[in-house]
């Protein structure tokens, strides 16, 4: 229901009021703009000093770009594990082995339970303590394991909600020509339920990469560690801080506008008979499949995944 | 075990989880309604700031907001929480600030459950409302708004059982909460990390999983039966 729906194309009075409302809000609004500008510069934050560093290169080189190249580091390492992860437990999920299914399951949900920070922190902790990594590596390994927990379950939940999603006759057709379950998994349903999760997996992408920022508790020198590094030497907090945010919103700005691509050129494709959207199959006068169609399709999924806080 | 909990005040630092969890998402409930009030009423500008905060926000790292409302808002802009004089101010203003940002952050993501809670409501009580001559505001309390929040039960928890994980995150500036109790403990007790880590990790599942499967029994007794 989009928002129209709510309320009466308006008339003569109405828009009268909807335009004094609006002047009352903007002029709200730019009174807060107005109090938030003049505190900065109360405070001296427009001060050159304070963003000309934005204007030499050495800012960019040792900070900036630095902080950026290691969250995306970071972020693709994690990606690539979870990903694995991902398919090796939803797969497991998903096993005709019913100790197999209770085992993924349990420490999907228990990964999925535990805070990131706190695994991060963890992991830190035991590497530090063990010796298993040489130490400039720690924070690194500690950020990439975390996330890879944390992210490689909800990529199990997005496979095994995209395998759910599948119509049934999908499984069906490949149990009817022969093929085990194992096969028909492999060869019939899991290729289109990947299809049908990648723009998810991209957007799953944003939550890693906010994510990263997490390392900086754990001292791993990622984009807002780097600002705060940048603002101790120049001593400009503000600026290097919401010059970090407007980086990270920019990033993440970029790959959800390419989950949307992708999810439109699959959806162009429409060679999956799950499809990006998870449409049943359109057999004139099939019966409709109620629990197929009740339960999650990829793009539920999706959108969850992209809400996940 | 024993020796752990005499070693660190393991429980005022879940309580200060709790602490936390309870009063941000007090903050992220009320902002975040009106945020998704402004979304969805007839003012254009209204709607355009409620998208632009959550677009921002939803992008950006619930760490970066922490540590901004503290060393920006607080150090550099001397914006007190907490009365300055008080022998707790340097504490209570830490916990408050985290308190904002993470109710900042949680509030664009509970918008958008309200948001996907009036999509479950049909055009046709939309409607009705109308057509019986309330207001937007009148149609809004009474007929849409009460539907709405049954229909985002389900998203809104899953909003819940994040924000209280993300407490973890007021670590960032130093509040004394789970997370700093699981870096004193790995840092003074090495040997016993998986303890540690036993104990934290099961006072999260305890505390998400079954308000997880509470929730949802919830969402499913009070959805709106169409």
């Not at chain 1, 130490?135 to 944390?150: E, G, I, S």
């Amino acid at each position: 229901m989009s928002g129209s729906v709510l309320f009466d194309v308006p008339g003569p009075r109405a828009r009268r009021r909807n335009a004094i409302i609006a002047a009352v809000g903007s002029a709200i609004l730019l009174l807060l703009v107005v109090l938030v500008i003049r505190a900065l510069a109360h405070n001296g934050e427009f001060t050159a000093a304070k963003w000309n560093p934005f204007l030499e290169w050495s800012t960019w080189r040792f900070y900036l770009l630095t902080g950026i190249w290691n969250t995306l580091k970071a972020a693709i390492a994690a990606v690539v594990l979870a990903m694995i992860f991902g398919f090796v437990f939803g797969v497991g999920r998903l096993s005709q082995n019913t100790a197999i299914r209770w085992i993924s399951g349990a420490v999907v949900e228990f990964f999925r339970a535990v805070p990131v920070l706190i695994m991060m922190i963890f992991f830190f902790g035991i590497y530090a303590y063990n010796g298993v990594f040489p130490a400039a590596w720690n924070p690194f390994a500690a950020v990439v394991t975390a996330l890879t927990l944390y992210n490689g379950s909800v990529i199990a939940e997005l496979v095994r909600s995209g395998v759910f999603g599948l119509p049934k006759g999908q499984a069906e057709a490949g149990l009817s020509v022969g093929l085990t379950p194992g096969q028909t998994l492999r060869a019939i349903q899991l290729p289109q339920a990947i299809t049908a999760m990648l723009p998810a997996l991209v957007s799953q992408l944003v939550v890693i990469l906010k994510d990263t920022a997490l390392g900086t508790i754990i001292t791993y020198p990622e984009l807002l560690q780097q600002a705060q590094n940048l603002a101790s030497a120049r001593s400009n907090v503000i600026p290097a801080l919401l010059v970090a945010a407007a980086l990270f919103i920019s990033i993440n700005y970029l790959l959800t506008w390419l989950a949307g691509r992708l999810e439109a050129r699959i959806n162009n494709r429409g060679h999956t008979a799950g499809g990006a959207i998870g449409r049943a199959p359109t057999v004139p006068g099939a019966p409709v499949d109620q629990a197929h169609a009740s339960a999650l399709t990829p793009r539920e999924a999706r959108a969850n995944a992209a809400e996940a806080p | 075990m024993g020796e752990l909990f005499e070693q660190f005040d393991i429980w005022s630092a879940f309580g200060q989880t709790l602490y936390l969890a309870f009063f941000s998402a007090i903050g992220a409930l009320v902002l975040g309604t009106f945020l998704a009030i402004m979304r969805v009423g007839p003012v254009g500008i209204f709607r355009r700031a409620g998208a632009a905060y959550v677009n921002l926000v939803r992008n950006t790292p619930l760490t970066l907001i922490v540590t901004f409302c503290l060393i920006a808002l607080h150090y550099q802009l001397k914006i007190y929480l907490a009365p300055q004089d008080s022998p707790t101010s340097i504490v209570d203003n830490g916990v408050r600030w985290a308190i904002v940002g993470l109710a900042i952050y949680h509030a664009a993501f509970v918008c958008e459950a309200l948001r996907s809670g009036i999509n479950t409501v049909p055009t046709g009580q939309a409607e009705a409302a109308r057509s019986i001559g309330l207001t937007f505001t009148q149609s809004l309390r009474e007929v849409i708004l009460p539907q709405a929040f049954r229909g985002a039960i389900a998203p809104m928890a899953s909003v819940l059982i994040a924000l209280i994980k993300n407490t973890t995150v007021a670590y960032a500036i130093g509040v004394a909460e789970t997370a700093a109790f699981m870096r004193d403990g790995l840092e003074f007790r090495p040997d016993l990390s998986f303890l540690i880590f036993v104990i934290v990790a099961g006072f999260f599942v305890l505390l998400t999983m079954p308000l997880g499967i509470a929730l949802t029994h919830l969402s499913q007794r009070l959805a709106v039966k169409r």
